[in-house]
């Protein structure tokens, strides 16, 4: 059985939201007020749906991460849509393992670090934005990929890439940063895609269609 810890501290709040996501709740609920005090109960009414909808977008629960040194944790909630052997290229140097999991607008979009390492560099590309659960995503679309370095000296690659509907990657990490296992480190606003790029020796504990959750579940273990 795991052993589980926090890698952060507890919110003080019963329902935290992301503070990115702040600026969005604010207008919304302006909005509703100036709405409601014009007697426009309709639009009122929307505005009122709109904040609650807001609100439930950003939330940022807590997590409990599990304890374990080898164990890659998932860096985003969502449906794994793709586990497969890739050769070299942007995100990796040699054959690796990708898992793409696909956030819809219904899941928590607050990302976190898969394992504890330092970060070895931050690359970010203004792409397009096709449908997130394209394959041509991963390539094409706006993307920002995190490279990093693990404690025991492995290199991994997580991406994370806009949609259709999402037009803005919010990435809080940089080069040379030290971050452990479960970390918040950016969000992607309004429905998206994270791909994670691991050693092709990395044991896979997850299938297409698995639903995952950000720090908590493990998606494999890298060799020690």
Same mark, same amino acid.
């Given at each position: ?17 992301? =503070?990115?996501?702040l600026p969005?709740?604010?207008? %919304?609920?302006?909005?509703? %007020? $100036? ?12 505005g ?15 997590? +409990?991460?599990?304890?374990r040194?080898? %164990? ?15 050769? =070299?290229?942007r ?5 690796c ?14 990302n ?19 449908? +997130? ?11 920002n %990929? ?15 890439? +806009?949609?259709? $509907? ?6 809080? $990490? ?15 606003c ?12 990395t ?22």
């Amino acid at each position: 059985m795991d052993n589980y810890t926090k890698v952060e501290p507890t919110s003080r709040y019963a329902f935290p939201i992301a =503070k990115a996501g702040l600026p969005f709740v604010g207008i %919304a609920a302006f909005a509703t %007020a $100036v709405f409601a005090l014009l007697g426009m109960a309709f639009l009122a009414l929307t505005g009122l749906a709109a904040t609650f909808f807001i609100c439930y977008f950003f939330r940022d629960p807590d997590r +409990a991460i599990p304890d374990r040194d080898a %164990a890659v944790v998932s860096p985003a909630d969502g449906k794994v849509v793709k586990v497969e052997t890739v050769e =070299k290229g942007r995100f990796c140097n040699a054959s690796c393992l990708k898992i793409s999991i696909f956030m819809s607008i219904f899941n928590v979009h607050v990302n976190r670090v898969p394992l504890n390492g330092e970060i070895a560099r931050v690359s970010y590309f203004p792409g397009k934005f096709f449908s +997130a659960n394209l394959d041509k995503a991963s390539s094409d679309n706006e993307h920002n %990929a995190v490279f990093l370095k693990t404690d025991q000296g492995r290199e991994i690659c997580f991406v994370q890439i +806009a949609g259709l $509907v999402a037009r803005r990657i919010i990435c809080y $990490v940089q080069e040379g940063q030290k971050v452990n296992r479960g970390q918040r480190f950016g969000l992607i606003c309004f429905g998206s895609r994270l791909d994670v790029y691991l050693p092709v020796d990395t044991d896979i504990a997850v299938s297409v269609g698995d639903r995952v959750s950000a720090g908590t579940t493990v998606l494999g273990e890298l060799p020690l």
